[in-house]
């Protein structure tokens, strides 16, 4: 979880990864820079999800990013981030390997499917 300052600096970082204290505006392209310039002029309540992506704060690994602005009375005080790893998203997916216990038959074959614009589901049993 990052917490990212209305000019785009990374002020709070739960795990203090090499995206700690982070300048988004220097025209480094990830997904945590798309996740906040998805959210910072947001109104309030508003949630972005972003396609899974390289993040280079984890040497690369895949993951996908939750934003939101928050605010403090009317006034935006920041940006909220949540990073996805992709390990957790397949866990959901799968219902972590018990996929004929939720009705996907024997093979739990699941793809997730453009996650900006649907999070479309389509799974085969």
Request: proline share 3%; aromatic share 8%.
């Amino acid at each position: 979880m990052l917490i990212v300052s209305p000019e785009g600096r990374v002020v709070y970082s739960v795990a203090k990864n090499v995206d700690y204290a982070t300048d988004l505006t220097s025209g480094i392209d990830s997904g945590l820079v798309q996740a906040w310039n998805k959210a910072k002029d947001a109104a309030a309540g508003e949630v972005y999800l972003t396609d899974i992506n390289t993040y280079f704060a984890d040497f690369g690994t895949p993951a996908a990013f939750l934003s939101s602005p928050v605010f403090e009375k009317d006034k935006n005080v920041g940006t909220l981030v949540v990073r996805l790893p992709v390990e957790r998203v397949t866990l959901a997916l799968t219902s972590n390997k018990h996929w004929a216990d939720v009705g996907l038959g024997q093979s739990g074959e699941v793809y997730l499917v453009g996650m900006i614009s649907a999070c479309g589901l389509i799974a085969a049993g």
